[in-house]
């Protein structure tokens, strides 16, 4: 039956794609190939049980005295944990199979002085974010819990410390043709903002990984 049932989808997908039987077969064969090996791709599985389907994600709370970002993790942990299709985030708690609560602990940063390639040098800012979080079945038992986690991100507060070949800031709002117009503080202000957004992704990743993400 359920080679039938793959038969029939292959033939679909051969009518709308135009794609060869023999180039979905072949790719069929290798995904089941992978599979058995003990190969899957990101976040498609669950170490949760089988009756965990549906998350409810509440507001962050904030310990820190950085504002605003405990809305940037919550709506980075919505996001993740819907992504991959495993589990479905609700809006009403009595809609929940499971409930994720996280608190952002600290915010804290460091600086370190950098020297460029005409020897002008610039303030570069290590920033790390804590937080602890749990899951919990909503009526209560523990599913999984990291009481302290951390992240940290780097970023440059001058044209001289900011890495533009770099994949971070390839995917981050400034351009390099940006830099030229902005003066210290602005960019100090637009990096630092796009740390933030990074660090909750970062650390919403980290806990899907850990709590749903099968090891293998």
Do not use: H
Request: charged fraction near 25%; proline fraction near 2%; glycine fraction near 10%.
């Amino acid at each position: 039956m359920q080679e039938e049932r793959c038969a029939g989808f292959l033939k679909k997908c051969v009518r709308s794609c135009g794609a060869t039987l023999w180039q979905l077969s072949f790719g069929v064969l290798m995904i089941s190939a992978l599979s058995g090996c003990g190969y899957t791709l990101k976040g498609g599985g669950s170490v949760l049980p089988q009756d965990v389907k549906r998350v409810y994600v509440p507001m962050v709370e904030n310990s820190s005295t950085e504002t605003g970002v405990a809305t940037i993790l919550t709506e980075a942990l919505r996001d993740q944990f819907e992504r991959y299709g495993v589990l479905t985030v609700v809006e009403d708690l009595d809609e929940a199979d499971a409930v994720l609560k996280a608190r952002i602990l600290k915010i804290s940063e460091s600086t370190r002085t950098t020297t460029g390639g005409n020897t002008d040098t610039g303030l570069q800012y290590d920033t790390s974010m804590r937080v602890q979080a749990e899951l919990r079945r909503a009526s209560g038992p523990l599913l999984w819990r990291n009481p302290d986690l951390s992240v940290t991100k780097t970023f440059g507060s001058s044209k001289e410390s900011v890495v533009t070949g770099s994949v971070d800031f390839a995917e981050g709002t400034l351009s390099a043709s940006d830099l030229s117009g902005l003066d210290t503080r602005e960019i100090a202000r637009g990096q630092r903002g796009q740390s933030l957004q990074d660090l909750a992704e970062q650390v919403a990743q980290t806990i899907y990984d850990q709590a749903v993400t099968p090891d293998f």
